[in-house]
């Protein structure tokens, strides 16, 4: 499923990570008659033949996870909408960050690391790997907010420090391992056939609209403006394209810890939306608004749900 075959008749199978003309040549011989003329013809025609399909999948692959990069820009649809707007709306998507993230965690990472065969010791180190270095990560943010951002002013200096909830940093982190992640996945998928990555690309890209829209109306919510919130989002994207890269450059190495890396990032979701999300919805006093708050958490786990149907 990695990996790219030489033979033209297969087009693409297992290991790419041990894909080159060597190999190609080693496994030719089992095929072609050792009489040098026909056998050394066939070899240059095959290695050509792979360089070409080579190149063929790269080229998709790294316009499919630009296509996914351009999902974090969604929030630029927001820049003509006036803040206080978006303030009033903020509850109902502060409730559907929370639904999202947990439906992603639970419905998308969690069963995808256990149908790669990840243990059951394995699994629990993992996912409480990912709670805790959230939790230390917000710990020094916190710490950095009070103690490093309040010590730049000068003592008897009137001083107004605008101090981001750590949040967004949680939610900018967590974003951008799990676009690694979908880089990963969307070159795996090229890997088998370009069907394959086309109907993996659309599936990743439905799925990543409402994460990008809930991590958008997070950063807001944590401080950031409009700008800013666009900019990181998009950085944060770019990491699926460092993913891609590093499926074809590590083969089977990066294969093997993406499981991991999947459960890591559940973890981290699960955090974000138990230790500040629910914490925030559970404030709301307002009945009207606390029913928009639980209706908008069961809308973001229905979404991740709904998208099951395209994987």
């Given at each position: 499923?990695?990996?790219?075959?030489?033979?033209?008749?297969?087009?693409?199978a297992?290991?790419?990570?041990?894909?080159?003309?060597?190999?190609?040549?080693?496994?030719?011989?089992?095929?072609?008659?050792?009489?040098?003329?026909?056998?050394?013809?066939?070899?240059?025609?095959?290695?050509?033949?792979?360089?070409?399909?080579?190149?063929?999948?790269?080229?998709?692959?790294?316009?499919?996870?630009?296509?996914?990069?351009?999902?974090?820009?969604?929030?630029?649809?927001?820049?003509?909408?006036?803040?206080?707007?978006?303030?009033?709306?903020?509850?109902?998507?502060?409730?559907?960050?929370?639904?999202?993230?947990?439906?992603?965690?639970?419905?998308?990472?969690i069963?995808?690391?256990?149908?790669?065969?990840?243990?059951?010791?394995?699994?629990?180190?993992?996912?409480?790997?990912?709670?805790?270095?959230?939790?230390?990560?917000?710990?020094?943010?916190?710490?950095?907010?009070?103690?490093?951002?309040?010590?730049?002013?000068?003592?008897?200096?009137?001083?107004?420090?605008?101090?981001?909830?750590?949040?967004?940093?949680?939610?900018?982190?967590?974003?951008?391992?799990?676009?690694?992640?979908?880089?990963?996945?969307?070159?795996?998928?090229?890997?088998?056939?370009?069907?394959?990555g086309v109907?993996?690309?659309?599936?990743?890209?439905?799925?990543?609209?409402?994460?990008?829209?809930?991590?958008?109306?997070?950063?807001?919510?944590?401080?950031y403006?409009?700008?800013?919130?666009?900019?990181w989002?998009?950085?944060s994207?770019?990491?699926?394209?460092?993913?891609?890269?590093?499926?074809?450059?590590?083969?089977?190495v990066?294969v093997?810890?993406?499981?991991?890396?999947?459960?890591?990032?559940?973890?981290?979701?699960?955090?974000?939306?138990?230790?500040?999300?629910?914490?925030?919805?559970?404030?709301?006093?307002h009945?009207?608004?606390?029913?928009?708050?639980?209706?908008?958490?069961?809308?973001g786990?229905?979404?991740?749900?709904?998208?099951?149907?395209?994987?």
């Open positions: 499923m990695h990996c790219i075959a030489l033979d033209p008749g297969l087009f693409f297992r290991n790419f990570c041990v894909l080159s003309r060597r190999f190609y040549v080693n496994t030719t011989r089992s095929k072609y008659t050792a009489s040098s003329g026909f056998y050394e013809e066939h070899v240059r025609t095959d290695v050509a033949w792979y360089h070409l399909m080579m190149g063929i999948v790269l080229l998709y692959t790294l316009v499919s996870v630009l296509v996914i990069s351009a999902a974090s820009l969604i929030g630029v649809v927001t820049l003509s909408v006036k803040t206080s707007v978006l303030k009033a709306g903020m509850h109902f998507f502060i409730g559907l960050a929370a639904g999202a993230l947990l439906g992603d965690a639970f419905i998308h990472l069963p995808t690391a256990f149908s790669e065969g990840v243990d059951g010791i394995t699994f629990a180190l993992a996912i409480l790997g990912g709670m805790v270095i959230f939790l230390l990560l917000e710990k020094y943010l916190r710490w950095y907010n009070k103690n490093v951002e309040h010590g730049r002013c000068l003592p008897g200096e009137v001083c107004i420090v605008q101090s981001k909830k750590p949040v967004g940093a949680l939610v900018l982190f967590g974003d951008g391992v799990h676009n690694f992640i979908d880089g990963a996945i969307i070159a795996a998928s090229y890997a088998v056939s370009i069907p394959l109907a993996t690309t659309v599936a990743v890209f439905l799925h990543e609209v409402p994460q990008e829209i809930s991590d958008f109306a997070l950063l807001l919510h944590s401080g403006s409009k700008i800013q919130a666009l900019l989002n998009g950085v994207a770019l990491t699926a394209l460092v993913g891609a890269v590093l499926f074809f450059a590590l083969g089977d990066f093997n810890i993406e499981p991991i890396a999947a459960i890591f990032t559940a973890g981290g979701f699960i955090y974000i939306a138990a230790a500040n999300l629910v914490p925030e919805i559970q404030k709301t006093e009945p009207g608004t606390s029913a928009v708050e639980f209706i908008a958490v069961i809308i786990i229905a979404l991740m749900f709904a998208l099951l149907a395209l994987e």
